[in-house]
């Protein structure tokens, strides 16, 4: 069984601050999504990181893959209240239409 | 613009009481899947499907059945309704072929089940 874990379980921080949250496993993966999940609703995809050492940026969230495309990393930049919510990142071995999802780091951002 | 559909949104069973679980998608993808989510946690596959009538076990099938009888469609049942049970679950559908436009899977709003 492939086990992705994230860091940290819970992140509670003031707007405007700086964090990053990370997602790692002992496996290899062709490719690593990240997603974020508000209450009451289902994920939605923010992005997919496909070759090794790639950054991909999104407005203020900058995604990471790690060069053995083993680990991934969501950094954010002046945290809004907006960015509350559950990031799960998930990866996806070989030509398999299967997603292996992290453990989920719960984000708070407070005024 | 529906997307993929799940109901009930909410539902409260006694232990060993039955019930389905549906799921329902519009944007006509071969692939779908249903996962449990626990409070806080990551989703864990329970079964998926890659087309109407083929479907196979993921992580934690035990206590749970599909069936895939149309590309539209994919229930999940539950026989004998246990405490362990208790989750939300999402069902989420993918589009066919390899390349980023369509390795996303589209997830339902869930539904939360409780087992007393």
């Known amino acids: 069984t492939q086990l992705l874990e994230q860091s940290p379980q819970f992140l509670s921080i003031q707007e405007g601050e700086n964090l990053t949250v990370y997602c790692n496993s002992s496996s290899v993966f062709s490719s690593l999504q990240w997603y974020r999940q508000e209450p009451g609703e289902g994920p939605v995809l923010l992005v997919t990181?496909?070759?090794?050492?790639e950054v991909k940026k999104l407005k203020r969230l900058t995604f990471q893959f790690g060069d053995a495309r083993k680990d991934s990393s969501l950094h954010i930049t002046a945290a809004q209240p907006g960015d509350t919510g559950l990031y799960l990142c998930a990866g996806r071995t070989g030509g398999g239409n299967k997603l292996t999802f992290g453990t989920g780091t719960q984000l708070k951002v407070e005024l | 613009n529906a997307g993929v559909t799940q109901t009930p949104k909410f539902r409260i069973l006694k232990i060993g009481q039955s019930m389905t679980l549906q799921c329902a998608q519009d944007m006509n993808h071969n692939y779908m899947y249903w996962y449990r989510q626990d409070p806080g946690m990551g989703l864990k596959l329970i079964y998926y499907?890659?087309?109407?009538?083929?479907?196979d076990k993921g992580e934690v099938p035990n206590g749970y059945n599909v069936s895939r009888s149309t590309t539209e469609d994919f229930p999940l049942r539950l026989e004998l309704a246990a405490p362990s049970q208790t989750s939300v679950y999402f069902c989420?559908?993918?589009?066919?072929?390899?390349?980023?436009?369509?390795?996303?899977?589209?997830f339902g709003a869930g539904t939360r089940l409780s087992v007393l």
């Open positions: 989420a559908s993918k589009g066919q072929g390899g390349d980023l436009a369509k390795n996303i899977q589209y």
């Open positions: 990181v496909v070759t090794g050492g």
């Open positions: 499907s890659v087309g109407a009538g083929i479907t």
